[in-house]
């Protein structure tokens, strides 16, 4: 079976299942660039992946987090003006049409976030998730918009082709802390990497999952939790919530779901943690 025609990976929970929705395979960075306080590593390449997870309850669909897109003007290689249809190119493999999920929930509102929440039509954008709620942290619309406001091209000019054009549509929402876009799914905030960043909890009847958005960017950071992307708004407050993220996942033995990288489980070790990866 082809990859065009294989589902993505999955992951049942136990009442609910979490589905990888790839949009871009893996992408080099330099570590220099990427990791910067990461002296060890420097001078390596470090490979991420994009996309977007769907969380399936069984009368829901909430799709966390909207990949890259297509059709955008960005001014990284690879990023600009695809036209792969990766993401919903996954979703239809994974047996669920555009039109049938109800919540998007944006961890935050980097590009590589965002991108799939609208198409170009005409001289226009479009949502992708007609009937869904796309919802963000308050504190992220504010920031986001307070960005804009001083340069139209913040976030790559991401908000202006792929939040804004939510609004006349009436499907952004802003949530709060704690939020439960459905029964078994929970918004928590981890302000640090940018002021509104979110995780989503997911409990199962077996296992319990946490999507951590950009909380951690690379396998790296288990060893140097301490060490941020330099992407990061607030170093010391992204570098507070990474360890405590990763010490709640560790002591619950939860999976750790991230926006880059496979997921897997953590244990603490001293003052920092190992990564057990789960193949997907």
């Not at 077996?206 to 607030?234: E, K, M, N, W, Y």
Request: overall charge negative; glycine content about 12%.
């Amino acid at each position: 079976m082809s990859m065009e025609t294989a589902a993505p990976p999955a992951l049942d929970l136990g009442g609910v299942t979490v589905t990888w929705l790839e949009d871009i395979g893996a992408m080099s960075f330099a570590a220099a660039d990427l990791l910067p306080e990461d002296r060890d590593g420097a001078g390596t390449d470090l490979e991420l992946t994009f996309g977007g997870y769907l969380i399936a309850t069984g009368t829901e669909n909430v799709l966390v987090d909207a990949g890259v897109g297509d059709g955008k003007a960005r001014s990284r290689p690879g990023w600009d003006h695809r036209s792969a249809n990766a993401l919903p190119r996954a979703l239809e493999r994974a047996g669920v049409a555009p039109a049938d999920v109800g919540t998007v929930h944006l961890t935050h509102l980097h590009a590589d976030h965002v991108g799939w929440c609208t198409r170009r039509d005409g001289d226009s954008w479009t949502p992708v998730f007609p009937r869904a709620r796309h919802q963000v942290l308050a504190a992220e619309l504010r920031w986001a918009g307070e960005g804009v406001a001083r340069d139209p091209g913040f976030l790559y000019g991401s908000y202006e082709d792929s939040v804004r054009p939510l609004v006349p549509h009436g499907l952004l929402d802003a949530v709060d802390d704690g939020h439960r876009p459905a029964g078994p799914i929970e918004v928590r905030a981890v302000p640090g990497h940018t002021p509104g960043s979110s995780v989503v909890i997911v409990r199962g009847t077996r296992d319990t999952a946490v999507l951590s958005g950009d909380l951690i960017h690379h396998p790296r950071q288990f060893a140097g939790p301490l060490v941020c992307s330099r992407f990061c708004v607030d170093r010391a407050a992204s570098a507070r919530v990474r360890r405590e993220v990763l010490g709640w996942v560790a002591e619950h033995d939860a999976v750790l779901m991230p926006a880059h990288f496979g997921w897997g489980r953590v244990a603490a070790e001293g003052d920092r943690f190992r990564y057990r990866p789960i193949p997907r």
